[in-house]
């Protein structure tokens, strides 16, 4: 009797543990040609959940461009004074919603007894943002095409996006016997919980280290790319996967990952993201380090960074690739690159 309930106990445990998995079939789409393993592979319950998590926000009536200029009406509007004030203030309303719709309205960036001034460091970021949005929009078509991005794109109804990195601190060498970890075995969320370097975001999203590459010439080449620097790749590319949800064989072409002529169009596109990711990191995230208290840097004391995560949140494009654009003509552009972050006080 007691081995049956002992089999009974583990059968039920068993049950219950193979409930939590999901029964095939999964979702396969051919993404090249036959034979050659060019396949992506979805679970349905993913896919059902990240619809739910894409659904574009309502956006609010169009309003008339006709009237005074925000930069007529208000003081110190520095970005979008070309707007009516109509328009300003759709825009303002919009970028509530989408940043902070419970952290006060307003007041999360203006003082409720001077709206000009910028005594909010809140205000002086959001403003920095708004140019680096029309930025992104004006500049980088080679990775966001027509389809753009708003503050919702990251945000998502969050003061702070959800998805940002900070710098590792420097380990110390020789703390235990193991020695240097060189980055390594942390099983961190970043590299999918792999033992692979957990910042692969400081060499490459931050600085402009080469993404280690095959050497096509027999040794000695002069190919200094080792196969340590091969693991920060593969930890930037499981990073990449994982953010919008998809394998290898979306960017990378399963007959030669190395080679450029036959990949699919997918990864000149992300080369793009990487540089335009680099770019917002260097012009405009880090320059705003100053200007954050402390409670918002990292354990480094470095500002919030961008990842691909970031924007795409586990879809192969952001928002599963719904535009809000058309709604939001202003935050189109023309760029504004190399304007520097300027604070007025009145």
């Known amino acids: 009797m007691k081995a049956f309930i002992k089999?009974?106990?583990?059968t039920v445990a068993a049950v219950t543990l193979l409930s939590g998995c999901e029964p095939p079939p999964n979702l396969t789409v051919q993404h090249g040609y036959r034979g050659t393993g060019m396949v992506q592979v979805y679970r349905p319950s993913a896919v059902d959940a990240k619809a739910e998590e894409n659904v574009l926000p309502a956006s609010l009536p169009p309003v008339s461009s006709d009237g005074p200029k925000a930069s007529q009406a208000y003081k110190n509007v520095q970005v979008?004074?070309?707007?009516?004030?109509?328009?300003f203030t759709r825009l303002m309303l919009s970028m509530t919603s989408w940043v902070s719709p419970n952290e006060g309205g307003c007041v999360y960036c203006h003082n409720p007894a001077n709206f000009a001034e910028d005594s909010k460091?809140?205000?002086?970021v959001a403003r920095r943002m708004i140019q680096m949005t029309r930025h992104i929009n004006a500049d980088w078509k080679t990775h966001v095409a027509e389809t753009g991005v708003t503050c919702y794109t990251c945000h998502r109804g969050n003061p702070v996006p959800q998805n940002v990195w900070f710098k590792e601190a420097e380990q110390e060498k020789g703390a235990d016997f193991i020695?240097?970890?060189a980055g390594q075995n942390l099983a961190a969320k970043s590299v999918g919980l792999a033992s692979l370097p957990s910042d692969p975001f400081t060499?490459?999203?931050?600085?402009?280290?080469?993404?280690?590459?095959?050497?096509?010439t027999a040794l000695p080449s002069g190919n200094r790319h080792s196969i340590k620097q091969a693991e920060w790749t593969y930890g930037l590319m499981t990073?990449?996967?994982?953010?919008?949800?998809?394998?290898?064989?979306?960017?990378?072409?399963?007959q030669s990952f190395s080679s450029w002529k036959n990949s699919p169009p997918q990864r000149a596109t992300a080369w793009y993201g990487i540089r335009m990711a680099r770019?917002?990191?260097?012009a405009y995230m880090e320059p705003l380090t100053g200007v954050f208290p402390e409670h918002r840097l990292g354990p480094t004391r470095d500002v919030a960074k961008a990842n691909c995560t970031t924007c795409h949140q586990g879809?192969?494009?952001?928002?599963?690739?719904?535009?809000?654009?058309?709604?939001h003509p202003e935050l189109a552009g023309p760029g504004e690159a190399a304007k520097p972050a300027v604070v007025a006080t009145k």
Do not use: F, W
């Not at 460091?121 to 002086?124: A, F, G, N, R």
């Not at 879809?315 to 599963?320: C, E, I, R």
């Open 315 to 327: 879809a192969y494009k952001p928002l599963n690739g719904q535009s809000m654009l058309k709604d």
């Open 239 to 254: 990073h990449m996967s994982s953010s919008l949800g998809v394998n290898c064989t979306y960017c990378h072409n399963t």
């Open 121 to 124: 460091y809140t205000k002086v």
């Open 203 to 216: 060499p490459y999203l931050l600085g402009s280290l080469d993404i280690r590459v095959n050497g096509t």
């Open 80 to 87: 979008l004074g070309n707007l009516s004030v109509n328009e």
């Open 179 to 181: 020695g240097d970890r």
């Open 7 to 10: 089999l009974l106990s583990l």
């Open 279 to 282: 770019d917002l990191n260097t």
